[in-house]
């Protein structure tokens, strides 16, 4: 039961930063939802996926922050071609969806 109650304190403590005025969690959050909606989570526009907006997503995560050096990165995922990671993306994000209908 002490774990239960420790969990409940906790999330209570994380409920109550949330809904502070010093928290942009919910907004930050609900920013990351859009741009994985408008971009990954919708096929037709990761056909559209390019440089800019693999930069975006590196630079919304939150391990991202702690990373020193960034760019090379970016140049890593790069270096595989654009069309590989829109493929990988797709696969990632829609390969289940492919054999659920059949």
């Given at each position: 039961m002490r774990i239960i109650n420790n969990l409940d304190a906790i999330i209570e403590d994380f409920e109550e930063?949330?809904?502070?005025?010093?928290?942009?969690?919910?907004e930050s959050r609900?920013?990351?939802d859009q741009f994985l909606r408008e971009n990954f989570f919708d096929r037709d526009a990761l056909t559209e996926?390019?440089?800019g907006v693999i930069s975006q997503l590196l630079h919304k995560l939150w391990a991202y922050q702690f990373w020193s050096s960034?760019?090379?990165?970016?140049?890593?995922?790069?270096?595989?071609?654009?069309?590989?990671?829109?493929?990988e993306f797709d696969t990632l994000f829609f390969n289940n969806l492919s054999s659920s209908t059949a």
């Open positions: 930063y949330i809904e502070s005025e010093e928290s942009n969690w919910s609900q920013d990351k996926l390019d440089e960034k760019d090379y990165i970016l140049d890593d995922m790069l270096e595989s071609g654009i069309d590989t990671i829109r493929r």
